[in-house]
């Protein structure tokens, strides 16, 4: 008989992997080869598992997670924060392998697949490719800053020859991105809706699909949380701190804020008003623009939510609605 709670924890490293299954008190630990996957999913097989967990560990463990699915175990990928801030509310401090294994599956026992998005193989590849040109647009930044200095005339050959191989590779990218997002049908629709809103271009768009397939899918507060732009309280006793955002998905809330940053205050007829409110009101121009973003971010999940494109009505002047949506 088929366990539906059944889980195992899996602690992914570069050249091996750690499995718990709690609820049995059993472990494995295997190399990554093949031959440790297969062996893996033997085990998971005889152990009736449904649902395996594992943390994001740098791309290692998207392998593990091909063959796992491939064989028909669900898998879950948490972020490695989450499991480990688990750990400390149950006042396990200690940290290896082993443990780390165990306390996965813990974490996936009590959440389970809960918020977890059905696998996507196109959302994973776009998820490379955007990731990859950020990574390529960070080094080509870094080699742009070259000439900030007096430099020798080879050290500004250098520059000039890799800036033109990262504009030329990026741009590879960039077109494979945009060929994968037209080839499938869910991401063509989702960008149809998150390009259609004024100030969000390709980059933001792609980026969008690739790092937060949960837009559309959950509520607004924790979609804010998720990006890193619920401000948390700093308040104790008759201490009234000021209120911070932290945490979340850096790499989306740095799209957003450069998104963001010229839809507020050049190219969004719901956001300009906004940010000039806010900036008449007195706040500083960064609380302004994370207010925009938090702004801009619900009105995108409301859109997906239902399906709809960029069609607010006309606001009568100083006046900032929530954005309304026609069907897309």
């Known amino acids: 008989m088929t366990q539906p709670n059944r889980v195992v924890g899996i602690d992914i490293a570069k050249h091996k992997a750690d499995a718990c299954i709690r609820a049995l008190g059993l472990r494995l630990s295997l190399a990554a080869t093949q031959a440790g996957e297969r062996e893996m999913i033997a085990w998971l097989r005889q152990h009736q598992v449904t649902l395996a967990v594992m943390e ?40 290896n392998d082993a443990i780390d294994a165990e306390m996965i599956a813990w974490f996936g026992e ?47 050959a250098a520059q000039r020859a890799l800036l033109k191989v990262f ?31 004024p100030g969000l271009g390709r980059h933001f768009t792609a980026g969008a699909l690739a790092w937060l397939p949960e837009l559309g899918h959950i509520g607004n507060k924790p979609l804010a949380a998720l990006v890193g732009l619920a401000p948390y309280d700093d308040d104790s006793g008759e201490h009234a701190g000021e209120r911070h955002i932290k945490g979340g998905r850096q790499e989306v809330r740095n799209l957003l804020y450069m998104a963001t940053l010229g839809a507020a205050t050049q190219h969004n007829p719901v956001l300009v008003p906004y940010y000039r409110k806010l900036r008449a009101r007195g706040k500083k121009a960064k609380v302004a623009l994370v207010a925009c973003m938090r702004k801009i971010i619900t009105i995108l999940n409301t859109m997906l939510a239902r399906n709809q494109t960029w069609n607010p009505p006309a606001a009568p002047a100083g006046d900032t609605p929530i954005a309304a949506a026609a069907p897309a």
């Open 56 to 95: 994001a560990s740098g791309g290692y463990e998207q392998g593990w997670a091909k063959a796992l699915r491939a064989a028909g175990i669900a898998v879950r990928i948490v972020d490695p924060k989450r499991v480990r801030y688990f750990a400390k509310s149950a006042g396990r401090h200690a940290k």
């Open 110 to 156: 009590i959440f389970g697949a809960a918020g977890e998005e059905s696998y996507d193989a196109d959302r994973e590849t776009l998820d490379r490719l955007v990731t990859a040109r950020a990574l390529l647009v960070k080094l080509q930044a870094a080699v742009r800053q070259l000439d900030e200095h007096e430099q020798p005339p080879v050290v500004l």
């Open 167 to 197: 504009a030329t590779q990026i741009g590879k990218l960039e077109a494979a991105a945009e060929a994968k997002i037209a080839a499938s049908p869910p991401l063509a629709a989702r960008a149809k809706i998150i390009a259609s809103v």
